[in-house]
């Protein structure tokens, strides 16, 4: 049992949203109290058009699958990111089994994941790519083809008006999904709002935290609609904050916050307004970074399904800004900088300068240029059928490196106190499609002894049946939880019905 069950959660994402699950399920009794500055639940990343939606289950995304220097291909953070999705899956299966959350179609979908490259370097990268995860049974049912008469078939919009004479290849996965984890977050704290001991503050803003003598947090809050200042003192604080976390980190001035600093990345997408074209593509389609982009901004050609309808977005447009959240400050990034995390921003900023210089063309492109990265996706495209669209903030970690001095980091990181009475999450990679293994990763570094418990290892083995296993080692596992999940997400393959049925 936790000793002192006055927890508070900063921030109403889907991080925010899955560790009070997970806490409440776990352990009934503690109280929650949630702080969300916007008037909202779920306004910043976490938003369905303010992320891509796609289920990272690595079916698609060629950046977890890099090519070694003998050219053989790792598959390894691959595996990681699958096994870590498919976590996900049990945990959202469960909820829906236990008639905690309704219908699965609100928040998830099957549609298929592709990987589509052209050039004869890019074609051999796939093909060894496929070779080597085919025989994996996580990624079982993946297809693989040259043949632009099935590349038709499986993407016509993205076939249609392309010069075949020159070498082309996609992946083809079935098991693909769209999650609108917007709708997944607001889902999420609908069933925390009325659960007792949990209460969600909108308007609220968190300014300030200090350690006390007696080891708990004291909390300074700004109630906005009213302006006046709230103290609160909490035995556990989590900085759910998404952007916002890193400056709560500062303020907390814990010790292994310490060096930690900030990069911010903007987003732009373009959303098809056209109905037809719409209606022509199925898939997310991932397509390979152009040399010096970061990993975040490979291109992709997507379906989404949101609030029971069909969409279509291309893109991200990667960008530098100096806000660490779409709704925050233009001073964020300055205000970031310490004397603690000054040597390794210098540090990172010097070794990053081509990435730097990435970001600032980006945010200069002319819509022209938009259009013509469009078009490597889809040869016909017309601007006319596609609007601009502002995504949501990424803030990637900058960290100590004793031999670098600083470095960037494009994934996702925890940082606890010594004695696990806080923690924070820093970085958006792989992001909300692995929000249960972050959160139960959490929990084991701030939770160890209650981990242990005989009643919680009884309910997190209820709400993750392969929890403590490898799905990766285990096919006979992996076959039985996947039929599980899908079937109860209501994901099972039945035509082409599924993606649109309700
Ligand atoms: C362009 C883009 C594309 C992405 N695509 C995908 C994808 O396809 N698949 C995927 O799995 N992930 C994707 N992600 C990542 C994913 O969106 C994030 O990992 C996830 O939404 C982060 O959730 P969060 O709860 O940590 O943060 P958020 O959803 O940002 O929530 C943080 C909340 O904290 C609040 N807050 C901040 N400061 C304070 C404060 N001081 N006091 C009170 N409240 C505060 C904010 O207002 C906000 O509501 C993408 C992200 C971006 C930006």
């Known amino acids: 049992m936790i000793a002192n069950p006055n927890i508070v959660l900063i921030g109403a994402g889907i991080m925010s949203a899955t560790l009070g699950v997970l806490l409440k399920e776990l352990e009934p009794g503690v109280s929650i109290q949630i702080f969300e500055t916007l008037d909202d639940v779920a306004l910043e990343s976490s938003d369905a058009w303010n992320n891509a939606g796609t289920g990272h289950a690595a079916l698609c995304e060629l950046n977890y699958t890099p090519q070694r220097s003998d050219g053989s291909i790792d598959i390894s953070k691959a595996i990681k990111v699958n096994e870590s999705f498919k976590i996900s899956m049990q945990f959202w299966a469960y909820l829906i089994e236990q008639k905690l959350l309704d219908l699965p179609s609100e928040f998830i979908r099957r549609v298929p994941h592709m990987s589509f490259v052209s050039g004869a370097k890019d074609v051999e990268f796939l093909r060894k790519r496929y070779e080597k995860m085919k025989g994996m049974h996580l990624f079982e049912g993946m297809e693989f083809s040259e043949d632009p008469k099935k590349l038709a078939e499986w993407m016509p919009l993205v076939m249609e008006g392309r010069d075949v004479s020159q070498p082309l290849a996609a992946t083809y996965s079935e098991d693909g999904t769209d999650v609108n984890f917007g709708s997944l977050t607001r889902n999420l704290f609908n069933y925390l709002k009325g659960l007792g001991g949990v209460t969600i503050h909108l308007n ?3 300014r300030n935290l200090t350690r006390k003598a ?7 809050i700004t109630d906005k ?5 709230r103290y609160l003192d909490a035995n556990f604080v989590f900085l759910g904050a998404g952007g916002g976390a890193l400056p709560l980190l500062q303020k907390s001035r814990i010790p292994k916050g310490d060096g930690y600093g900030g990069f911010p990345v903007s987003g732009q997408w373009l959303r098809c307004t056209n109905p037809e074209l719409i209606e022509q593509h199925q898939a997310k389609v991932y397509g390979k970074a152009s040399v010096g982009a970061p990993p975040m901004s490979v291109p992709h050609l997507d379906t989404r399904m ?3 309808e069909k969409g279509l977005l291309f893109g991200p447009f990667a960008g530098f800004t100096t806000k660490y959240l779409k709704n925050g400050s233009i001073f964020d990034f300055a205000l970031s900088i310490q004397p603690g995390n000054l040597l390794p921003m210098t540090a990172a900023g010097l070794q990053n300068i081509p990435l730097t210089s990435y970001l600032i063309g980006q945010v200069l492109q002319s819509s022209t240029e938009r259009l013509d990265a469009l078009r490597e996706f889809i040869p016909k495209a017309r601007m006319g059928d596609w609007k601009l669209e502002t995504a949501g903030q990424r803030v990637q970690i900058i960290k100590k490196d004793p031999k670098k001095g600083g470095i960037l980091e494009f994934g996702t990181e925890i940082i ?7 923690a924070a999450l820093l970085g958006a990679s792989p992001g909300a499609s692995t929000s249960v293994a972050i959160m139960l990763g959490l929990l084991n570094e701030c939770f160890p002894d209650e981990v242990k418990s005989p009643a919680w290892q009884t309910q997190l083995h209820q709400m993750i049946p392969s929890y403590g296993k490898s799905l990766a080692k285990d ?5 039985e939880i996947t039929e599980w999940s899908q079937g109860v997400l209501k994901l099972e393959v039945v035509g082409e019905e599924s993606l649109l049925r309700t």
């Open 204 to 206: 609220h803003e968190v």
């Open 214 to 220: 007696s080891g708990s947090w004291m909390l300074e």
């Open 225 to 229: 609609a009213s302006g006046r200042e």
């Open 306 to 308: 949101i609030d029971g």
């Open 416 to 422: 606890c106190a010594d004695d696990g009475s806080l």
């Open 475 to 479: 096919p006979n596992l992996h076959k």
